[in-house]
């Protein structure tokens, strides 16, 4: 009622410096902590819920990001009304991890509001208790894989008081304090609640008839899973689902850094690749992958494109590359992802000791640019202690010279506030001259565009070179995404 959580993080932030992922699972926007927090880069503040156009508080739309210093760090996902488990799962899955990865908190809290439940009688929403069971183990997962197991988690909404509440929280805390949960509820558990129950549905049905409606009669549930067959399916479930798919496709692009994406891909965006790529992958594996050697102030470097996961698990991140991960040896353990996948391709600057130095990536637009294609998004960064040495051109220039990249369109999105402005000791501005400069001399050409990341802040910047052997009628499907609003365009 007071915001307890919002008193909680302020708390944490007075007595350290730790940065908090704070999840709301509750099926209504979190907008009381995201308001808290707005423009602080400390808490991220992450809310799944469903969409405002028919739900209490009506806010919580995609472009609610942030402001000054904490602009990136709110992140709204509104969900369709009538979601169910698959597609809900599906969205935490390819949004929850990525972010986590980019955010580096150190301590997660997640608020378990039970009221995304199909039974729910106050929201849209469908889960059952499948879906929310995942949003528990996703949540206990993030916390040891990236804050040594610092979770805090909360109750929260939840409006089916006997049939829904007790089971999510049993099962919130069955996951925590890692109990296996039995099949069964309590038989003693059952007798105690269900008369109860029984009584205030008698009362319920009563008032609908006078008001001449009568629900549906249900039963009280004997197991923590719910019966599929309680679960009609949605008729409208597969364009509920796409919606979804966009809406996070849309957020991704926004609050994702670029090679961070490229490393938790979203499952739908698994190769319809045109076996260009994939030509560019043989080569890579018939000869073994391009290399060569950079003459620095600071000494020599080897420059290597199409590089192994094995080759990458060899080397160790200098201390200065931590722009997308935050920690070195998460930057590691990114691009050792994106050397896995089939579709990337991975090129490095590392030192003759094998410190990792620099990387650039190409890897498939995201749905955003979905049936475009032959398009792909270049990502490049260098450590932070190798500036200067005009390793970024020279590094971009080896891992774009391939000839067969003339077939593809490749696109850099410049974030401001996704690399490491402030480390770099420069404005934005002169942060996106620099960004623009290293792409231009590439081929790369800027351009205006709708896609809402560039046109709501001035710092940020699109650029694009669409190779010459692309086909005209691809190149304007291009131009047109570029210039259409990315919602309008997909929806
Ligand atoms: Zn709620």
Partial sequence: MYNDIAVAIAHVLRASEAKILYIDYDAHHGDGVQRAFYDDPRVMTVSLHETGRYLFPGTGEVLELGRGQGRGYSVNVPLEAFTEDDSYIEVIHSLLQPLVTSFAPDLIISLHGCDTHAWDPLTHLKLTLRGIQAQSKMAHQLAHTYCQGRWVAIGGGGYDLYRVVPRAWSMLWAEMSEQELPAELPAEWIARWRPEWQAVQEQEEAAQQVMGKLAARSEFPTTFQDRPADFPEQPRRWSISRAN???????????????????????????????????????????????????????????????????V?????????????????????????????????????????????????????????????????????????????????????????????????????????????????????????????????????????????????????????VGSRVDQRVASQFYRRVLSSPTLSVL
């Fill in 245 to 311: 798919e966009h809406t996070v496709a849309l957020v991704r692009q926004l609050v994702v850094p670029s090679a961070v994406r490229h490393a938790f891909p979203s499952p739908q965006r698994r190769s319809p690749l045109t076996g260009l790529f994939d030509l560019l992958h043989l080569r890579g594996s018939a000869t073994p992958s391009r290399s060569k050697i950079l003459e620095t102030e600071k000494g020599q470097l080897l420059l290597r494109d199409f590089c192994p996961p094995s080759l």
């Fill in 313 to 465: 698990e060899r080397l160790t991140a200098d201390s200065g590359l931590r722009a997308f991960a935050r920690l070195p040896e998460r930057e590691k353990q990114l691009l050792v992802g994106i050397a896995r996948s089939p579709d990337c391709a991975l090129a490095l600057a590392h030192t003759p000791t094998g410190e990792i130095i620099g990387q650039v990536t190409i890897a498939p637009g995201d749905v955003w640019w979905e049936g475009i294609d032959n398009i792909y998004e270049v990502a490049i960064e260098v450590s932070s202690n190798w500036r200067g040495q005009k390793v970024a051109q020279n590094l971009l220039a080896f891992a774009l010279e391939l000839d067969a990249l003339e077939d593809m369109i490749l696109f850099a999105i410049g974030l401001s506030w996704h690399w490491d402005v402030d480390g770099l000791g420069i404005s934005v501005y002169r942060y996106r001259e620099l960004i623009a400069h290293l792409f231009e001399v590439q081929g790369f050409v800027e351009y205006q565009t709708t896609e809402p990341n560039v046109s709501m802040e001035p710092a940020n910047i699109l650029l694009a070179r």
